[in-house]
C-alpha cells in the first residue's frame, strides 16, 4: 500500500502569513506525529495524535503552532504569523497501534522557507 | 536537555569496511530504540530497532547492540558499502509520554 504522504513538498511564503501543511498517513495507522527538522539539526517532535486526539501538544513550539487530525486519517499542521524562524522541514510520521510502540513510517516531509 | 544524543556528527569509513555509530541515553525507562536512515530531502526510512529486553538484533548487514547498564547503544554496518552514506539517527520510545525522542544524527559518509 502507499507510504505515507505529505503536502506540499515545498512551501515559500512571506513573513506574517499563514501556511497548512498536510499529512495522509498510512492506511489503518492510528497514530500520527508531526515533527521539525531545521538545518542542521535534530528532530524535533511537536505533536501526536493517537486517533483524532491529541494527548501531548507540549512540543509546539507557540501558541501560533496548531493541529488536527480527522477520521483517525488525515492531519494537518498549520502556522499562524509565519516567521523566518519557522523555517525547516516538517516531517510526518504514523504507526500501527499506540502511539510510541512499534515502528514509525515518515513521509517525505514539507519544506518551508518563511522570506 | 537532550536525552537521546549521538555525539558524532559525521563519520568516514572505508568501503568494505565496519562502521560503527554510537548512540547514548540518558532515562532508564525508554524500552524500544530505533535506528533511521535518512537520505537528502527524503523523510527517513526505518533500519533496524531493538526491545529493552534485548542486547543484541541482526538484520543482514546491520546488528544493534544495547548496553542497558552504560545506557548506550550502537549500529554495526558491515560491511559498509557507499549506498550506506546518509545520516543515521537513533530514537528512543518513551513509555511514560508515548514519544519517540530523537538524536542529533550521525553523517556517514562510506568512501569507494
Known amino acids: 500500500g502507499a507510504g505515507v504522504s505529505q503536502s506540499p513538498s515545498n512551501k515559500v511564503t512571506e513573513k506574517g502569513k499563514d501556511v497548512e501543511l498536510r499529512c495522509d498517513p498510512i492506511s489503518g495507522h492510528t497514530a500520527l506525529y508531526w515533527y521539525r527538522q531545521r538545518l542542521g539539526q535534530g528532530l524535533e517532535f511537536l505533536i501526536y495524535f493517537q486517533g483524532n486526539s491529541a494527548p501531548d501538544k507540549s512540543g509546539l513550539p507557540s501558541d501560533r503552532f496548531s493541529a488536527e487530525r480527522t477520521g483517525e486519517s488525515v492531519s494537518t499542521l498549520t502556522i499562524q504569523r509565519t516567521q523566518q524562524e519557522d523555517s525547516a522541514v516538517y516531517l510526518c510520521a504514523s504507526s500501527l497501534g499506540l502511539a510510541g510502540v512499534g515502528t514509525q513510517y515518515f513521509g517525505p516531509g514539507t519544506r518551508l522557507l518563511v522570506l | 536537555d537532550q536525552q537521546v544524543k549521538q555525539n558524532s556528527p559525521s563519520l568516514s569509513v572505508q568501503e568494505g569496511r565496519i562502521s560503527i555509530l554510537n548512540c547514548d541515553y540518558t532515562n532508564s525507562m525508554f524500552d524500544y530504540f530505533l535506528w533511521y536512515k535518512k537520505y537528502p530531502a527524503e523523510g527517513p526510512t526505518f533500519l533496524i530497532s531493538i526491545s529493552s529486553i534485548k542486547d543484541k538484533n541482526e538484520d543482514g548487514r546491520f546488528t544493534v547492540f544495547l548496553n542497558k547498564s552504560a545506557k548506550h547503544l550502537s549500529l554495526h554496518i558491515v560491511p559498509s558499502q557507499p549506498g550506506d552514506s546518509a545520516v543515521y539517527f537513533c530514537?528512543?520510545?518513551?513509555?511514560?509520554?508515548?514519544?519517540?525522542?530523537f538524536g542529533t544524527g550521525t553523517r556517514l559518509k562510506v568512501l569507494a
Open positions: 530514537a528512543a520510545s518513551d513509555p511514560g509520554t508515548y514519544k519517540y525522542i
